[in-house]
């Protein structure tokens, strides 16, 4: 999980997995896309395949690339590790805020009524 967490923490990088998270894609193709040359890609390219977050298929003299879905869902369940608990805390102090608001209204009402 650490080469992939290094991988993504370059915006490129998460760039490049969003192109080819959509479709399969050429290494020149994917450079259209960017204002740095294509050897720098190519190391971009070479990053995400050694964390196994791109896979690389040849066709003739090109090199198709697209995701990993399986290293992403790998990502996605360790992030959702620790944003679940994040959303219930934030969820159960949000619900207790609420009761708090409500239990004061109810009493500021009792003591309205005469």
Same mark, same amino acid.
């Given at each position: 999980m650490d080469a992939v967490l290094k991988a993504i923490a370059e915006p490129r990088r998460r760039q490049i997995?969003?192109?080819v998270g959509e479709r399969e894609m050429a290494a020149g193709e994917i450079a259209d896309h960017?204002?740095?040359t294509r050897p720098a890609i190519s =190391?971009? /390219?070479?990053? #995400?395949? !050694? %964390?196994?977050l791109v896979t690389e298929r040849r066709e003739g003299?090109?090199?198709?690339y697209r995701a990993e879905p399986e290293t992403l869902a790998?990502?996605?369940?360790?992030?959702?590790?620790?944003?679940?608990?994040?959303? =219930?805390? /934030?969820?159960? #102090?949000? !619900? %207790?805020?609420?009761?708090?608001?409500s239990t004061r209204a109810a009493t500021e009402d009792d003591k309205e009524t005469p």
């Open positions: 997995l969003r192109l960017f204002d740095i =190391q971009h /390219l070479k990053i #995400l395949r !050694e %964390a196994h003299t090109r090199r198709l790998e990502l996605r369940t360790f992030v959702e590790e620790f944003w679940t608990p994040g959303l =219930q805390r /934030l969820r159960d #102090l949000a !619900e %207790a805020t609420e009761t708090a608001a």
